[in-house]
């Protein structure tokens, strides 16, 4: 028998939690696409795309985009090359002070990103490395790497060693073995540990803000600058253009990685 | 006369402190099939590993063909094996499975086509080529397992326990299907399990093993008929043991000091008389005969072809007697005679347990 109040109590919860979370979302795409929205109307008297215009315009866009994505790329090339022996090691070695090991990767995630982000620019300062794209990925490789070793340690700790055991004495030498058994099952971790290097850097504000310069504004910097100028409506297509990649990298991760791969081990993957 | 397939000459390996193998010694002639009998922690599927080369023993030679093996990692041994677990490739489809023992062998496309058509015709599986393990069923997936390790032609055919991740009634399908490909390829096999049907229906040899050692090795007829301990024919399924005192000649049943009279002198001392369920004959009347022991029926179970009872001795001695269906049913309770033919007991000498040193 169907229970009437119970499931309307549930549509009710549900929809009020999806409006929860978009409810933010929402009000900057109205901002964005929208004008003369004042007072208490509940949506704007006219719909435009003359604040995408003012945002060319005014901000050097593609500039922007291309700093942002060549410091993302770099900073998920940098995470893979420092969290994949790390996550190894932790995973399938016996190591000695583990648990040390495993809270000073977490470190820069566990306290406050300011208080970080003070002691990076403190050292940057000294090595000029502000207003480099190398510098900015190297500080968001700090913010990225905890994710990706965290992400991959639960990928090889998943790995069924009977498989790796299996390649072997059919005849997987340790580099075929890698090449031919442990990667393609890893693969999932992997690309997930990627995406998020990707976000963590791509999303960044915090840390970017306090070691960015003239040549290396990026997308979330530069809608805090347009705010700054007053322009609410321009933040709001630029938070819209910010947006799109991170939507699409959410889309990609649903499909090519199973969400219970992100949580937990990869048996059976 | 060629070499023999597998030598393998005092083999030892500790775990810390543990022994787990103490001095293994075996040979497996070319085409021979030997199983590795014993209950788990007994060191077979170390023994196994060694073999593989996945272990490498701290003492003794592992010996292929005449050469030198010991040191040799294990995927330049060109070893076969079949897992208890399966250990496909879930990322692979069947036939990629099959394939890729061929492909780490670089070997030329056709041929490898060729090969894995054959091996998977071998278990019957030819129309499920494209599927993925996961989308096969248990015995399915191990008959992959067995293609898969045969592929390659390996000098030595490994299978760990393959049998005791499937449900009972495909266990003797596949069973079938590995003596089938076995002897059909005459492949030399060594064989792990814990289950002695699986060892006697396969074997030409079995070796069987207990706490890192080779207790009986021989023909599985030989170790079947002559078990050289307790341990063993109890392990062989001997179903009904009484514990006795050998002097004389003759035996006296601990539990009560009557006479048990045995087919063949017994070395004296204290010793376990076996027989199996089917060889007790239950009488209700008739002349006193050697070997007849008064009992209560206090359990009995139908079998289809034969029924099941479990008896009681005055002395409270428990034997299973297995009796085929047609005489006469007796019921729970009913006093009965439980004769047992001095020429189907066994009477074997207490298993020492463990050497108290090492």
């Known amino acids: 028998m169907r229970n009437l109040p119970w499931v309307l109590a549930r549509a009710v919860l549900v929809a009020g939690f999806v409006l929860f979370i ?121 913010l990225a790497a905890p994710f990706a070793v965290v992400v991959l340690v639960s990928t090889f700790e998943g790995l069924d060693s009977r498989l790796l055991e299996a390649g072997t004495v059919m005849g997987c030498g340790p580099l075929g073995l890698f090449r031919r058994v442990t990667l393609p099952l890893a693969l999932p971790g992997i690309v997930a540990a990627a995406l998020f290097s990707f976000l963590a850097s791509y999303n960044d504000f915090v840390l970017t803000l306090m070691v960015y310069g003239a040549d290396t504004v990026t997308l979330p910097v530069q809608t805090y600058l347009s705010l700054g100028n007053g322009y609410l409506s321009v933040a709001g297509a630029i938070s819209t253009i910010l947006l799109v990649p991170s939507l699409l990298f959410l889309v990609a991760m649903l499909r090519m990685v199973r969400p219970e791969n992100l949580l937990g081990g990869l048996k059976g993957a | 006369m060629s070499e023999p397939r597998l030598v393998l000459q005092h083999i030892d390996k500790h775990y810390g402190r543990l022994a787990v193998l103490s001095d293994i010694s075996l040979t497996v002639p070319r085409g021979h099939f030997l199983s590795l009998l014993g209950p788990s922690g007994c060191g077979k599927t170390t023994l196994l590993r060694v073999i593989t080369g996945t272990v490498t023993p701290d003492a003794g030679r592992v010996m292929v063909n005449g050469t030198d093996v010991t040191r040799v990692p294990a995927y330049r041994r060109n070893m076969g094996m079949v897992f208890q ?30 090969r894995v058509i054959e091996a998977l015709r071998m278990v019957h599986l030819e129309a499920l080529a494209e599927r993925y393990p996961r989308e096969l069923s248990g015995g399915q997936q191990q008959r992959v397992g067995l293609a898969r390790a045969i592929v390659y032609r390996p000098t030595i055919l490994l299978l760990d326990e393959p049998l005791s991740n499937l449900d009972a009634s495909l266990r003797e399908e596949m069973r079938l299907e590995i003596s089938q490909v076995t002897r059909a390829l005459e492949i030399t096999a060594v064989y792990v399990t814990h289950d002695q049907r699986e060892a006697l229906a396969l074997s030409d040899s079995i070796a069987v093993m207990k706490l890192g050692r080779i207790v009986q090795f021989g023909s599985p007829e030989a170790i079947y008929a002559a078990p050289v301990n307790d341990f063993i024919a109890r392990f062989l399924g001997y179903a009904n043991e009484l514990p006795v005192v050998v002097g004389d000649g003759a035996a006296r049943i601990e539990a009560d000091g009557s006479t048990l009279h045995i087919p063949a002198p017994a070395p004296n001392g204290p010793a376990t008389a076996f027989i199996h369920a089917n060889a007790v004959v239950l009488e209700t009347s008739g002349a006193p005969a050697p070997n007849r022991l008064a009992c209560t029926v206090t359990d009995l179970a139908f079998m289809g072809d034969s029924v099941e009872y479990v008896l009681r001795h005055k002395a409270g001695l428990q034997l299973k007697a297995r009796v085929p269906v047609g005489g006469a049913i007796h019921g729970r309770g009913a006093a009965i005679w439980a004769v047992l033919p001095p020429d189907k007991l066994i009477v074997v000498p207490r298993d020492a347990g463990p050497p108290s040193a090492g």
């Open chain 1, 22 to 142: 978009s409810l933010p979302l929402v009000m900057i795409l109205l901002e964005a696409f929208g004008a003369n929205w004042f007072g208490m109307r509940m949506l704007p008297a006219e719909w435009t795309l003359r604040w995408f215009g003012w945002a060319a315009r005014t901000v050097d866009l593609v500039g922007v985009l291309i700093n942002t994505a060549e410091i993302a790329l770099l900073t998920t090339g940098l995470a893979l090359v420092v969290s994949l022996p790390a996550a190894w090691a932790i995973a399938r070695y016996r190591l000695p002070l583990k648990p040390i090991l495993i809270g000073v990767i977490l470190f820069p995630r566990m306290i406050p990103e300011i208080t970080f982000a003070l002691g990076v620019a403190r050292i940057f300062y000294d090595v000029h490395l502000t207003n480099t794209v190398i510098g900015i990925a190297l500080a968001h490789v700090m």
């Open chain 2, 85 to 114: 677990s399966f250990a496909l490739f879930p990322h692979l489809t069947v036939a990629d499975n099959v394939a890729f023992p061929l492909r780490v062998r670089a070997l030329a496309r056709e041929e490898q086509q060729k």
